[in-house]
């Protein structure tokens, strides 16, 4: 999946019961995420869960950047986006 492609940019979801047996998520070729069932005796590699990061610092560099944003900045970004 090239997750760069543009037509990536939004995925899409589908809801339905499931029988019995091990099921997996997968990602389409659009970005979507789909569900396969596994036969009995396959194989599966399962991904473990992404590491838990600490954003404080960068949670206070963005606060520190939004904190100088001035209302006259913020009227001329809406009166003229492409400047």
Do not use: H
């Not at 543009?6 to 047996?21: D, M, N």
């Not at 992404?50 to 949670?59: A, F, G, H, S």
């Amino acid at each position: 999946m090239d997750w760069n492609d543009p037509a990536a940019r939004y995925g899409k979801a589908v809801y339905r019961s499931l029988g019995e047996g091990c099921w997996v998520v997968t990602v389409t070729g659009d970005g979507s995420l789909a569900l396969v069932k596994v036969q009995p005796k396959a194989e599966v590699v399962l991904s473990g869960p992404p590491p838990v990061r600490d954003y404080e610092q960068l949670k206070k560099q963005v606060d520190d950047s939004l904190g100088k944003v001035t209302p006259g900045e913020v009227l001329r970004r809406v009166i003229s986006p492409g400047r």
